[in-house]
Structure formats: structure tokens, C-alpha cells
């Protein structure tokens, strides 16, 4: 099934059932060790997580750890820096851990991160932010902040669609929008395209709104700006309330149909 690497024999698989994630006692979690601070994260970050596995469950339940490679480890063993057989073991055991891996700034090759977000469609970023008791913090009140940001993984910048100022196809670009387009783009500019789609934004909005009915949190903010970039981010706010309406009807309520509630008016801009 994989060329270099070999599967533990000592565990399982985690399993989707139902849309949820079904995980047996044992099971096989892949792990890219990561570069240059990513092995000592890694030997932390691993020890952290068996010693928080056997607290709360003892012997009964244990991660089986499966090593795959990306980055400079798997130049060095595949002559490639991202393996099929990395992909093909995150497809394979749906959950895995990854450190930090080198992209350099400006150039060489694409970010691996970015570029393992979009083989393997892994979409949403989601960051959890609070503050914990004790911790220093810069505002007034910590201990009210607690947000869940789901940020989209694989389209907008992430798409990493550019060309570089001076190029040929740089160039190109330019010329193309100024004589079909009738837009001014100075001459000496790099240029980056930002697509947003119907489909990677209700796959984000859908999840978010699905994760906050889920732990009863009491609002779904879309981050944009739409007064600015109509077609692209003021899309991803309609299309992201075309989902509340769409799929979350009994669940939700918009903005609007809040402000019209209390006084049957709409202010101006909303």
C-alpha cells in the first residue's frame, strides 16, 4: 500500500460514521516530525499528548503513532517534498499531526502547508482564542474574550495564484486587464488573484454554524470586506447567509431579520 513507510500493527484505524468521528482505543494517528524547530516541538508535543491520554484513561486507551514524512526528511528519503505516501496516510487515518515545515520567504517551492490544505480539501482553520486565568494580557478584560475563528484554508490568498513583478506572464496579466478589463494597474506591480467560490464558502459557513449549534454558542460572525471587494468578500457574506437560511432556517437568525423584529426597519448599510 506505501512505498517507504510501513503501517503500526498494534492499532486502528479512526473512522467517519455518521458524519462523526469514531475512534477505536488504539488508534493510528500519522505524524509529520516537522523542520527545523519541529523536532523538538514533536518529542514535547508527543509526550504531552500520551501523558494527557494515559491521565484521563489510564491503559485503557493509547494513540499508536505512525511516522510519514514531508519536508526536508522527505527530500531526503523520496527525493520529493511532499510523498503520495504522506497524503495517501492522512486519507487513510482522517486524523493527523503535523510540525512546522520549511517554505522559504519570496521563493523556492510553494508552501507545503497551503499545498497540503488543497490536495486534501482541509479547509477550515479552526482556532479557538481565550484567555486562561493567570496569563498576561494587554486588555481590560480577558476574561471575556472567547471566539472560535474558522478561517478558509484553501481559496482567497490561500489560493496562491501570482505572478511576479517583471514577468512575462506578470506582464501579461497587466496588459489583459488594462486593454479587455478597461482596469489600471501600475507596470511595476506583482500580481496575485484571489478567488472566492460558492462551494469553499458554504463548506466553511456550514461547518462554523454546524459548530456553534453543537456547543450552544450564541453567534456566527462572517469576517469581510465586502464594502470594498463586492464580488469576492461581499459574496462570501451572501452566500454564508444563503446558508443560515438555506440549511439552518429553524436554527438561525440574520442580522437583518433581527433589526427588522425590533422596530421593522433595516438601518442604513446593514
Same mark, same amino acid.
Given at each position: ?86 497524503? /495517501? @496516510? =492522512? !486519507? ?9 515545515? %520549511?517554505?522559504?520567504?519570496? &521563493? ?98 456550514? /461547518? @462554523? =454554524? !454546524? ?9 456566527? %460572525?462572517?469576517?469581510?470586506? &465586502? ?44
Amino acid at each position: 500500500m506505501f512505498e517507504k513507510v510501513t503501517p503500526p500493527s498494534n492499532g486502528q484505524k479512526i473512522t467517519i460514521d455518521n458524519g462523526r468521528l469514531a475512534i477505536p482505543d488504539n488508534p493510528i494517528i500519522p505524524f509529520i516530525e516537522g523542520d527545523g524547530i519541529g523536532p523538538d516541538i514533536w518529542a514535547a508535543a508527543q509526550r504531552v499528548l500520551d501523558a494527557s491520554v494515559k491521565a484521563a484513561y489510564g491503559e485503557s486507551k493509547k494513540i499508536i503513532w505512525f511516522e510519514v514524512f514531508a519536508g526536508e526528511n522527505a527530500n531526503e528519503k523520496y527525493g520529493e517534498w511532499l510523498p503520495e505516501d504522506t497524503k /495517501k @496516510a =492522512i !486519507r487513510e487515518y482522517i486524523v493527523a499531526v503535523k510540525g512546522p515545515l %520549511t517554505t522559504p520567504v519570496g &521563493g523556492g517551492f510553494r508552501s507545503l502547508n497551503v499545498t497540503l490544505r488543497q490536495q486534501l480539501n482541509l479547509y477550515a482553520c479552526v482556532r479557538p482564542v481565550r484567555w486562561y486565568q493567570g496569563v498576561p494580557s494587554p486588555v481590560k478584560e480577558p476574561q471575556r474574550l472567547n471566539v472560535v475563528v474558522f478561517r478558509e484554508n484553501t481559496e482567497d490568498v490561500y489560493a496562491g495564484i501570482e505572478w511576479q513583478q517583471g514577468s512575462e506572464d506578470g506582464d501579461k496579466i497587466i496588459q489583459f486587464v488594462s486593454s479587455e478589463m478597461g482596469k489600471s494597474i501600475r507596470d511595476d506591480s506583482g500580481i496575485g488573484i484571489k478567488p472566492i467560490s460558492v462551494t469553499g464558502t458554504k463548506q466553511l459557513v456550514a /461547518k @462554523a =454554524i !454546524r459548530y456553534a449549534l453543537e456547543r450552544n454558542r450564541k453567534s456566527v %460572525t462572517l469576517m469581510h470586506k &465586502g464594502n470594498i471587494m463586492k464580488f469576492t468578500e461581499g459574496a462570501f457574506k451572501d452566500w454564508g447567509y444563503e446558508v443560515a437560511r438555506d440549511q439552518f432556517a429553524d436554527e438561525t437568525i440574520s442580522e437583518d431579520e433581527v433589526w427588522e423584529k425590533y422596530d421593522g426597519t433595516v438601518p442604513e448599510g446593514k
